[in-house]
T-cell receptor, first 111, second 113 residues
Framework: QQQVKQSPQSLIVQKGGISIINCAYE??????FPWYQQFPGKGPALLIA?????SEKKEGRFTISFNKSAKQFSLHIMDSQPGDSATYFC??????????FGAGTRLTVKP | DAGVIQSPRHEVTEMGQEVTLRCKPI?????LFWYRQTMMRGLELLIY????????DSGMPEDRFSAKMPNASFSTLKIQPSEPRDSAVYFC???????????FGQGTRLTVV
């Protein structure tokens, strides 16, 4: 069963806009929440990650917002660029390295 | 380090044949994962090993699938017999135990005809 639910499935944003991708999890044993970026023909690569002791983490144009009580987290991409066009996966992991991924969001940033 | 190395990159096989996918994790990493990616189901965790020991294989779809990790530097995923619905991209990833970044290989695109 899908332990991490991700939405939307696809997203089209204009250059300069904000891209928002949402994820929800159920297992409270998860304590590490990474986001991965995947370009066609490549394996996913870590973009940014957060642990539940903070509610927000920002790295450049990428921000994770984390709501522990709601068991939800989201990725915000500010000033989206065509080069950000890729598939994004949220994931959740426990201390035993059991890492589960969401279904992915295909982002297209139009110039 | 060359990263996680998977072979082959592409595999086309006939239904009923045995398929073996190979993975060399990053040196020093002690967790290894096998994932399957399809358009319909995204990235599914098939099995993962910590310190060469299988921890959770509940994602392995059927008994036709098996995975081994005979040592810290090598793992295989075998499908016998293969079926057309096994067609997907199979990824291997490695990391350190304890919730750290997982590094993915380039994947093996399997097509079963």
């Amino acid at each position: 069963q899908q332990q991490v639910k991700q939405s939307p499935q696809s997203l089209i944003v204009q250059k300069g806009g904000i891209s928002i991708i949402n994820c929800a999890y159920e297992n409270t044993a998860f304590d590490y929440f990474p986001w991965y970026q995947q370009f066609p023909g490549k394996g996913p690569a870590l973009l940014i990650a957060i642990r539940p002791d903070v509610s927000e983490k920002k790295e450049g144009r990428f921000t994770i917002s984390f709501n522990k009580s709601a068991k939800q987290f989201s990725l915000h991409i500010m000033d989206s660029q065509p080069g950000d066009s890729a598939t994004y996966f949220c994931a959740a992991s426990n201390n035993n390295n059991d890492m589960r991924f969401g279904a992915g969001t295909r982002l297209t940033v139009k110039p | 380090d060359a990263g996680v190395i998977q072979s082959p990159r592409h595999e086309v096989t006939e239904m009923g044949q045995e398929v073996t996918l190979r993975c060399k994790p990053i040196s020093g990493h002690n967790s290894l994962f096998w994932y399957r990616q399809t358009m319909m189901r995204g990235l599914e965790l098939l099995i993962y090993f910590n310190n060469n020991v299988p921890i959770d294989d509940s994602g392995m779809p059927e008994d036709r699938f098996s995975a081994k990790m005979p040592n810290a530097s090598f793992s295989t995923l075998k499908i016998q017999p293969s079926e057309p619905r096994d067609s997907a991209v199979y990824f291997c990833a490695s990391s350190l135990v304890g919730n750290t970044e997982a590094f993915f290989g380039q994947g093996t695109r399997l097509t079963v005809v």
